[in-house]
């Protein structure tokens, strides 16, 4: 990427309040880049506030109500636990390992700079992916008690799940912010 690019991404990216990023023509890694789509993120979304949000759904859950065949009551309890024990006492050291892994580029942090990858990264919360060419992903073998962490976030519509991190390497046309379009060279 050309310098003046990511120039452009960095004063683009410098904002206060909800935003909407579109990204045409994202390859995804964890398709080996075989699934192409556009996506529109909101990168404006406040991390205090999902948190806050998520913990008191969290909170109300009576899991009970959520048990199926795959997920028994027990494993649901457990994920609930672990899912509100993660937002009041997150574990210190990923979350030191996360802040030592990245540079802001950025004021509220939606752009930033992986150090080991040396990609630059656009971060937000998913509005809408529509898929262009539909990839080929490998099947990933969780245990359990993350597959019950997933199932919840799924069926709890939980915020935080939503936020993903897309690089800019892989895109291959442009990113569109706020009015303007930044083609990714």
């Known amino acids: 990427m050309k310098n003046s690019t990511l120039f452009s991404l960095i004063d683009s990216f410098d904002f206060n309040g909800v935003s909407f990023v579109s990204i045409k023509n994202y390859c995804s890694d964890k398709s080996d880049n075989s699934e192409v789509a556009d996506i529109v993120i909101n990168v404006g979304t406040s991390y205090e506030k999902m948190k806050i949000s998520d913990l008191e759904t969290l909170k109300k859950v009576d899991v009970s109500k959520l048990v199926t065949e795959n997920f028994g009551q027990a494993l649901l309890e457990q994920a609930l636990a672990e899912k509100i024990q993660s937002i009041v006492a997150p574990n210190v050291n990923r979350s030191n390992g996360q802040k030592d892994a990245y540079i802001k580029l950025n004021s509220n942090g939606t752009l930033k700079y992986c150090k080991e990858t040396e990609n630059v990264m656009i971060s937000g919360v998913v509005v809408r992916k529509n898929v262009i060419i539909k990839g080929e992903f490998k099947e990933v073998k969780s245990k359990p008690l993350t597959l019950a962490k997933k199932y919840l ?33």
């Open 153 to 185: 976030d799924k069926v709890l519509d939980l915020k935080l799940a939503k936020i993903r991190y897309y690089k800019i390497s892989n895109i291959i046309a442009n990113v569109k912010v706020s009015g303007n379009t930044i083609e990714i060279e």
